[in-house]
């Protein structure tokens, strides 16, 4: 027994001893962290807000509307306060200001983002609307609402755009990777999103922070927003790095979209697996000019091939 606890005693000294160096990751803030778990808890209650016939709290013994609603906002606003007074003390120019002020700022800036819930709810009605009119294998709007991926990181992403928007620290990161965590869509924050988005399939979506994107837009699996190159590091921080997407676009699976200089003009469409990084102008259609779809068939079947290339009635950029 003896030697297991020595053993145990000289591994504790040897981490210690590793915390010394002085890295981030050895770093023991003088403030507190904010609480991931609590984070993705007010995910679930403004969800819970925005829907309120859809995700009611089970613990919650109340048969009213308002009773409800009131119980998950007092909560969103004791927990958000909580966590933003927090984070706050990542700002450095407020780091050193006393927990009351701090406090204070906290509880402004929750009540401002509860006042844009409204707006959220809004938009969320017209992307589960583009949903459901986007997708033919869609049965009904319950469908959308409780399973579709798309729709729970548009959410999550409307949810912390706003509170990005009040510069509120590392909050808005935490919410938009739990969404990326489980469904695989990558959307920053930073990202603006116009009314009526669809994601379709969504898996691989990836959306940088300075992207901008219209009204009307469906994006599917596998499309980048991206930067050009991020060579730059932290000097391109604030900076147009991503596209801008207009009105009524469609951006096919696999298409990569790159550069904060590029426009992709309204109603353009833009074809599965393209990469661009130039603006598009508006209406076009633009597709992989030097893909070719080639069949085989054995000696059984066939003693030929055939070939199939894009419909040329399809605008090409090279």
């Known amino acids: 027994m003896r030697q297991i606890e020595d053993r145990i005693n000289d591994t504790v000294k040897v981490l210690l001893e ?13 403030f507190d962290h904010p609480d991931r778990d609590v984070v993705i808890d007010i995910i679930y209650s403004i969800r819970r807000i925005i829907f309120p016939g859809y995700f009611r709290n089970k613990s919650y013994r109340v048969y009213t509307v308002r009773n409800n609603i009131s119980m998950l906002t007092e909560d969103v606003i004791f927990k958000l306060i909580r966590q933003i007074s927090i984070v706050l003390r990542y700002d450095e120019e407020l780091r050193d200001l006393d927990e009351m002020t701090l406090a204070k700022r906290a509880e402004d800036i929750t009540f401002e983002f509860l006042s844009k819930l409204p707006k959220i709810r809004e938009y969320i009605e017209m992307d589960v609307e ?26 999550v992403n409307r949810i ?8 509120v620290p590392l909050i808005p990161r935490i919410m938009t990777e739990y969404a990326h965590s489980l469904t695989g869509i990558d959307i920053h924050p930073g990202a603006s999103i116009g009314r009526y988005f669809f994601i379709d399939h969504g898996t691989g979506i990836v959306i940088g922070e300075t992207t901008e994107i219209g009204d009307n837009v469906k994006v599917y699996q596998g499309v980048t927003l991206g930067a050009l190159s991020t060579r730059g590091g932290q000097s391109l921080r604030s900076k147009k790095r991503h596209p801008t997407i207009e009105d009524n676009v469609t951006i096919y699976s696999g298409a990569s979209i790159l550069g904060g200089n590029t426009v992709i003009g309204k109603n353009a469409v833009i ?13 076009a259609k633009v597709s992989v000019v030097n893909q070719e779809l080639r069949y085989n068939f054995d000696d059984k079947n066939s003693n030929g ?12 950029i090279i």
């Open 160 to 167: 912390a755009h706003e509170l990005f928007l009040l510069k």
């Open 130 to 155: 583009a949903s459901f009119e986007g997708d033919p294998a869609a049965y009904n709007k319950d469908e959308i609402i409780y399973s579709y991926p798309g729709l729970f990181a548009i959410l």
């Open 271 to 283: 074809g599965g697996n393209a990469f661009i990084t130039k603006s598009v102008p508006a209406g």
């Open 305 to 316: 091939s055939s070939a199939h290339t894009p419909d040329t009635d399809w605008f090409y």
């Open 18 to 30: 590793d915390y010394e160096n002085g890295r981030v990751i050895d770093e023991v803030k003088s």
